[in-house]
């Protein structure tokens, strides 16, 4: 260990730690002479207590980890490469928004700092998008900006002091306007640090995660519908009276609609309908057999340039598919839209008027209410199926006529929604609503609703 070096340039004074470990000679820089003796005491220190140097850093065993620093921007790049290949364009443009909250926490400096929405813009829709970070497009004030983050950001070892995690964690529980967000989405963004910090753990920049430790509680997420935002049968037709009266627009997204109200579909999955997976009579009952969906991510985050991205079903692998049911009501539907607008060559049912190679992300801003419910309308399917008398059940269950109607508080109408599905009456009913006319032992959904 040698005498701290002074090195006087133009600029201001240079202090450079010296010492050697294995007879290979290392030298550390500072700025301020108190940093420089603070670092080279922690060093006699170490050498002191018999503590093992690392012979490719030079550093004591507990300070190897400041040898792999690097700047938080820096780290949320490499991250969102990482990740890239392997998710799906709705989960790219989730991570963008997820670094974007946070990214603000990690800031040293507000010296020369950008407007607040042009650091958004720069950081969501340029240097979190793989695809676009480094394009020759590139605005000049958007360089400007990432430039002014990459100076001023902390490093990644940060995250390990609580001063700086907790606050990150508390901004993602505020939205851009003061108001709480919604709790679903503080868990999805807490999820993207947990897993960052993983990732740090995994390149050496933390020598742990440090947000288990922390004793932080996240908002509770709602599990209960409320039913008064669950449109009822008459609401419905109603809503879908007012998407018809939208002219030729509004007459193309009726049976889309009714695909989320009667057969319980996602919007992903009713957007990539196609002929051939309909299994319907003239009239009366008939079964939707469902194998893919297209979820609206913009074509920023999509390899193929469209703004709807091909898919498998939610929470299932390639190649998987689910059957929902047809009621009459949604068989007439749709016979309706294949004789007024017939399908795309390849058969696809909904698309846009202008757009005939997919389903636009807002099928219609004329459309007004009906568009701005379509989730609450896919969560009113298990009370039009609980009034109906119609309860779904997994496939895989054997054929057989029960003499009661079994209970189960285990199951929920998101997880029945969710599964394989077969249709069958209420076994205290004569009503036949199956297609196929088979009783099979069922699960009531544990929902106290009622027509009002």
Same mark, same amino acid.
């Given at each position: 260990m040698w005498k701290t070096k002074v090195y006087q340039g133009k600029r201001g004074n240079s202090y450079y730690v010296r010492w050697t470990v294995a007879g290979k000679e290392w030298k550390e820089p500072f700025k301020h002479?108190?940093?420089? =003796?603070?670092?080279?005491?922690?060093?006699?220190?170490?050498?002191?207590?018999?503590?093992?140097?690392?012979?490719?850093?030079?550093?004591?065993?507990?300070?190897?980890?400041?040898?792999? =620093?690097?700047?938080?921007?820096?780290?949320?790049?490499?991250?969102?490469?990482?990740?890239w290949p392997r998710v799906a364009a709705t989960t790219r443009r989730t991570h963008a928004e997820a670094l974007t909250a946070l990214t603000p926490a990690m800031f040293t400096t507000t010296r020369g700092k950008p407007s607040d929405k042009l650091i958004r813009a720069a950081l969501c829709r340029w240097a979190f998008n793989t695809a676009k970070r480094g394009h020759e497009d590139c605005?000049?004030?958007?360089?400007?900006?990432?430039?002014?983050?990459?100076?001023?950001?902390?490093?990644v070892s940060a995250l390990m002091k609580p001063e700086v995690l907790r606050p990150m964690l508390d901004?993602?529980?505020?939205?851009?306007?003061?108001?709480?967000?919604?709790?679903?989405?503080?868990?999805?963004?807490?999820?993207?640090?947990?897993?960052?910090?993983?990732?740090?753990?995994e390149r050496g920049l933390l020598l742990a995660n440090p947000i288990p430790a922390l004793k932080w509680k996240a908002p509770r997420a709602v599990q209960v519908v409320d039913p008064r935002c669950v449109p009822n049968p008459i609401q419905v037709r109603a809503l879908f009276d007012g998407v018809r009266e939208q002219g030729r627009v509004g007459r193309r997204l009726v049976a889309y609609y009714g695909c989320l109200y009667y057969a319980g579909m996602r919007p992903e999955e009713a957007a990539h309908l196609n002929k051939s997976n309909l299994t319907i009579p003239t009239d009366g009952w008939g079964d939707i057999h469902l194998d893919g969906a297209e979820p609206y991510a913009g074509k920023e985050w999509t390899d193929s340039g469209q703004d709807r991205d091909r898919r498998q079903l939610k929470q299932r692998e390639r190649g998987e598919s689910r059957a929902a049911p047809c009621p009459p009501e949604l068989t007439a539907l749709l016979h309706a839209h294949l004789d007024e607008f017939g399908t795309t060559p390849d058969g696809q049912l909904f698309v846009g008027d202008r757009n005939h190679d997919e389903?636009?992300?807002?099928?219609?801003?004329?459309?007004?209410a009906a568009h701005g419910r379509r989730r609450s309308r896919r969560r009113s399917s298990p009370r039009l199926w609980r009034n109906g008398r119609i309860w779904p059940v997994p496939t895989g269950h054997k054929d057989t006529t029960p003499s009661h109607h079994p209970r189960s508080s285990e199951a929920t109408s998101k997880q029945l929604m969710n599964d394989s599905i077969l249709w069958c009456p209420r076994p205290d009913t004569s009503q036949i609503c199956s297609p196929t006319g088979r009783l099979t032992i069922t699960a009531n959904l544990p929902l106290d609703l009622r027509i009002d």
């Open positions: 002479s108190a940093l420089a =003796e603070s670092f080279r005491s922690d060093l006699v220190a170490a050498a002191r207590k018999g503590e093992a140097f690392d012979t490719e850093s030079g550093r004591p065993v507990s300070m190897a980890r400041t040898t792999n =620093e690097m700047g938080w921007y820096e780290f949320a790049c490499k991250f969102v490469d990482m990740k605005p000049g004030e958007i360089r400007a900006a990432l430039a002014w983050v990459e100076r001023n950001t902390r490093p901004s993602l529980t505020v939205r851009l306007d003061g108001k709480p967000a919604a709790s679903s989405v503080v868990s999805r963004r807490r999820k993207i640090l947990n897993t960052s910090a993983e990732f740090a753990v389903l636009p992300k807002t099928p219609s801003s004329e459309s007004g």
